[in-house]
Nanobody, 122 residues
Framework: QVRLVESGGGLVQAGGSLRLSCAAS????????MGWFRQAPGKEREVVAT????????YYADSVKGRFTISRDNAKNTVYLQMNSLKPEDTAVYYC???????????????WGQGTQVTVSS
């Protein structure tokens, strides 16, 4: 059974930083790309960043490019999202996703974490 557990969310002022973590179990972690998605109130879930199986290739949504960094540690079965220069519009629930491929993709797989709330105050 796949289990994804996010942590690291919280309340931060605009311009601040947070680091999200997602610990995975139930699959051979290095066989899958991973992604971070987010959903703000009243909006659809959107892709934030994705990373291929080895960490050699990444994708970022235009809205976070240059501010967020996705990385992974296959030895720890963990994917990270370092978020810098946070803006109020980054406020959302952030979800970790196990994607249906080893390659870089924006397509989510069927496995999601429970989500972690990120709130950025102005």
């Amino acid at each position: 059974q796949v289990r994804l557990v996010e942590s690291g969310g919280g309340l931060v002022q605009a311009g601040g930083s947070l680091r999200l973590s997602c610990a995975a179990s139930g699959r051979t972690f290095s066989n899958y790309a991973m992604g971070w998605f987010r959903q703000a109130p009243g909006k659809e879930r959107e892709v934030v960043a994705t990373i291929n199986w080895s960490g050699s290739s990444t994708y970022y949504a235009d809205s976070v490019k240059g501010r967020f960094t996705i990385s992974r540690d296959n030895a720890k079965n963990t994917v990270y999202l370092q978020m810098n220069s946070l803006k109020p519009e980054d406020t959302a629930v952030y979800y970790c996703n196990l994607q249906p491929t080893i390659l870089i993709t924006t397509t989510p797989g069927p496995y999601w974490g429970q989500g972690t709330q990120v709130t950025v105050s102005s």
